[in-house]
């Protein structure tokens, strides 16, 4: 898990690094999320999915805006926290009090928020963004025990068609709601 993580949340720390100031009001392919919303999700996960790994309370509701001082390194550097919480094995053991999942369940939503969140960041900023295909399988069972659930909680939409062809990727983004075609207007 810890492997995956790393491999996950390099990447779209490097993705974050990236973004410009005036790509903040662009859209994304969350109806809901321009980049600016987007990016601060992205920090709360990062900094919430720490503390659930410890099985602490955390306050997912919106907060101020978080973009402020050199936010892009603060992600990084709060990405690296997440990676090292999670690479503690006892962060796998039991339920989280809080969400009353196990808590190898919770590590998977967080696994799964860094991969499908950083390719909306990458096609709402119009950069490349390649998953690592190891990471697609697991993610693609786990979606598929949760996708309802996700759904009932509004943080998935309903299936989008996908071409046979496209990938396994794109498939996955299927799942959830993402049309893998999205591109900015």
């Known amino acids: 898990m810890s492997d995956k993580l790393a491999t996950a949340a390099a990447a779209v720390a490097g993705l974050v690094a990236a ?12 109806a809901e999320f321009r ?14 999915f720490q503390a659930l790994a410890r099985r602490e309370d955390v306050d997912w509701s919106p907060g101020p805006d978080r973009l402020t001082g050199d936010w ?5 550097a709060e990405a690296d ?5 999670w690479a503690d094995p006892a962060a796998l053991e039991g339920v989280s009090p809080g969400m009353g999942l196990p808590q190898r369940t919770v590590g998977q939503m967080v696994l799964g ?25 697991a993610l693609r069972e ?15 939409g309903d299936p ?6 496209a990938g396994e990727f794109a498939e ?14």
């Open 160 to 165: 989008v068609d996908c071409p046979p062809d």
């Open 72 to 76: 892009r390194t603060a992600f990084a």
């Open 19 to 30: 973004v410009r100031d005036d790509q903040l009001d662009q859209a994304t392919p969350c």
């Open 35 to 48: 980049v600016r919303d987007l990016l601060n999700h992205l920090i709360q996960v990062v900094h919430n």
């Open 172 to 185: 996955l983004l299927a799942v959830t709601g993402r049309d893998p075609a999205w591109t900015r207007a």
């Open 113 to 137: 928020d860094l991969v499908v969140h950083g390719w909306d960041l990458a096609r709402g900023t119009g950069q490349e963004y390649r998953v690592d295909p190891s990471l697609v399988p």
């Open 142 to 156: 786990f979606l598929d025990g949760m996708v309802e659930t996700g759904r009932k909680m509004g943080a998935f």
């Open 81 to 85: 926290r997440l990676v090292e919480a």
